[in-house]
């Protein structure tokens, strides 16, 4: 089990950078990916980045160039730094943690955060 808290969301001008964080407080030792995900009304909530425990990291085709997943393992944290932002970038952005790493499997996931809000304006 983990507790997520998403945050770095704004309202941001097209081309524009962002960077988001996801505080992870674990009861369990973590194995699997850490994983950003983000979800537009109406849609379904898609893979975005993800980052093992041996640093590779793997990315969507929309967002591959543009956006670069990290953590910080001594302050629990992960990030995603948000360059070239399009008004497509808009979002509801989550993460989730101890999940596969394959970005085309639906995760099995119940702790959801309460996600943090992306705008992108052009």
């Known amino acids: 089990q983990v507790q997520l808290v998403e945050s770095g969301g704004a309202s941001v001008q097209a081309a524009g950078p962002l960077r988001l964080s996801c505080a992870v407080f674990?009861?369990?030792?973590?194995?699997?990916?850490r994983v950003w995900f983000r979800q537009s009304p109406g849609k379904e909530r898609e893979g975005i980045a993800t980052?093992?425990?041996?640093?590779?990291?793997n990315y969507a085709s929309s967002v591959e160039g543009r956006f670069t997943i990290s953590q910080d393992k001594p302050k629990s944290t992960l990030y995603m730094q948000m360059n070239s932002l399009k008004p497509e970038d808009s979002a509801m952005y989550y993460c989730?943690?101890?999940?596969?790493?394959?970005?085309?499997?639906?995760?099995?996931?119940?702790?959801w955060g309460q996600g943090t809000q992306v705008t992108v304006s052009s």
């Open positions: 989730a943690a101890d999940i596969p790493c394959d970005l085309a499997v639906p995760p099995v996931f119940d702790d």
């Open positions: 674990w009861y369990i030792y973590p194995s699997g990916c």
């Open positions: 980052i093992d425990s041996d640093e590779k990291t």
